[in-house]
């Protein structure tokens, strides 16, 4: 059980005082010196001994020192000069005691026993972060460096509405959530919310990134997932012109996202004149880096090596990629999006288009296909449509896709009906399909196609149409 010496004054007394008291554990003793009654708290503990005098006399404030061993002495007062003088005393009777003193004047004390804390920072970093878009970091915990901040999540981040569990937490976490001024239990399948107020760990410098990102409210895909985007060709798999025209296709995606680089990794090389154009085509891109496997290292290595090396955020695959469905299932571990290039061109699309499905998996993807949407200048659609009259009510999803078009300010057009949701598929045309990358999508279908009804799994079967699969957490 450790002594304690508080030496108290002035206009932070009684706070301080209260805020002792409040916290303690029943492991400390305390004398107190105060010259005011009215700092004293309502119920004094038993663990507390309080002392009415001037602490600059310095008979009597010895006559305290010597009556305990105290361990260390915290000092609040109201005047530099008596708080000079305090300290004076102190190291003249107990050279070698601990203090930590509150600094309102600048003081410049060199003495390795007296800890100053300037209460005018405090204040003003108090201040500072009550101001909008302005972290807030935990000052005197862990290394005292920033490495605890209070992030709030502001309407339209691409934070918003997602799962905790579907988003990348590398170098930092999330170990706590405030919502409606309750503490929340922190789950993967919790949703953040707007104005949910998360606290988060980690590298202040890393820290300071997911501030920033959480903070905008668009254009930040490929984040939260990963920062670059990852195109894999195997040339093994495709020929000259589908490989062509998945390099045009990243090309152009790396010019209209928001990521840091493009990664293009080639495996399998075929030929001397495809190599060739792939060298040529990208040499002259500071943005983009390719890396080739001569090694035939195999699919499972490389991506487990490079989703370690290149904070991958979207992984862009080709047809022919899919056609193995065992192999590409690994990925989803990786919780990243695919994009999963189609027979119409890139540079051609007009609109985003969602059919909606089931609501659990719709919500978590809604604030990336607005995000998408204002990166690649494309109007969004939503097809409701509902053949059969037995789908769940979409109302409150429908709401919800209206509320965040209006803080992504982005143009929406919504399609309700009873007609067939594939047939009405099919003759659009230019359109980017968003829709959720489910863990079912890659089993094994029957050939007979009509035995299915889930919008999900058709689309995802057709390669008509550019898809971008957004990954979800699943119950």
């Known amino acids: 059980m450790k002594k304690i010496l508080i030496i108290l004054d002035g206009i932070v007394a009684k706070n301080l005082m209260h805020r002792i008291v409040e916290a303690n554990t029943g492991d400390n003793v305390y004398d107190v010196i105060y010259m005011s009654d009215a700092i004293l708290p309502v119920q004094k503990p038993s663990s507390f001994t309080f002392y009415k005098f001037d602490p600059t006399s310095k008979s009597k404030l010895a006559m305290v020192l010597d009556k305990n061993i105290h361990t260390e002495v915290l000092i609040a007062l109201n005047s530099k000069d008596e708080m000079l003088n305090v300290i004076k005393n102190i190291k003249e009777h107990k050279d070698n005691l601990q203090m930590t003193i509150l600094d309102y004047w600048g003081l410049k004390i060199d003495d390795p026993y007296v800890n100053v804390y300037k209460g005018i920072e405090v204040l003003a970093n108090g201040m500072v972060e009550r101001l909008p878009n302005i972290p807030v970091v935990a000052q005197n915990i862990g290394l005292r460096q920033g490495e605890i901040m209070e992030i ?47 606290l988060v760990i980690g590298k202040p410098d890393v820290l300071m990134q997911v501030f920033n990102a959480i903070g905008k409210t668009q254009g930040q895909f490929p984040m939260p997932f990963g920062h670059n985007i990852y195109l894999y060709l195997d040339l093994y798999l495709q020929n000259e012109d589908n490989v062509k025209k998945a390099i045009e296709e990243a090309k152009f995606l790396n010019q209209k996202l928001k990521n840091h680089k493009l990664i293009v990794r080639v ?39 490079d989703f370690r090396k290149y904070d991958i955020g979207m992984m862009m695959l080709t047809q022919e990629m899919f056609k193995n469905k065992d192999q590409i299932k690994s990925i989803l571990s990786h919780k990243v999006p695919l994009f ?58 429908l709401d919800h896709f209206e509320n965040l078009s209006k803080i992504f300010n982005e143009k929406i057009e919504i399609v309700s009906s009873n007609e067939n949701p594939i047939r ?15 863990e079912e999508m890659f089993k094994k279908r029957f050939s007979w196609k009509f035995f299915y009804t889930n919008t999900d799994f058709i689309s995802f079967d057709m390669n008509k149409y550019n898809q971008l699969l957004v990954p979800i957490v699943e119950e």
């Open 267 to 305: 495996t399998r090389p075929t030929t001397v004149a495809i190599m060739t154009f792939i060298k040529d085509e990208l040499k002259h891109f500071p943005t983009i880096t390719l890396v080739i496997d001569y090694a035939n290292s195999g699919f499972y290595k490389i991506l487990k090596n």
């Open 424 to 438: 009405e598929l099919k003759k659009q045309k230019n359109m980017l399909q968003i829709l959720p990358l489910k």
């Open 152 to 198: 709030r999540v502001p309407f339209g981040s691409s934070y918003a509405y997602r799962y905790i569990g579907s988003i990348e937490q590398k170098e930092w976490k999330i170990f706590g959530l405030y919502r409606n001024q309750k503490l929340m239990n922190i789950k993967p399948s919790l949703v953040l919310k707007p104005n949910d107020v998360i």
């Open 340 to 397: 999963k290039l189609g027979n119409e061109k890139l540079k051609s699309i007009k609109r985003t288009v969602v059919i909606l499905n089931d609501t659990h998996s719709y919500e978590q993807i809604s604030p990336i296909v607005f995000d998408v949407a204002s990166q690649l200048k494309t109007k969004t659609k939503i097809f409701d449509l509902d053949p059969i009259g037995e789908e769940e009510n979409k109302s409150n999803l």
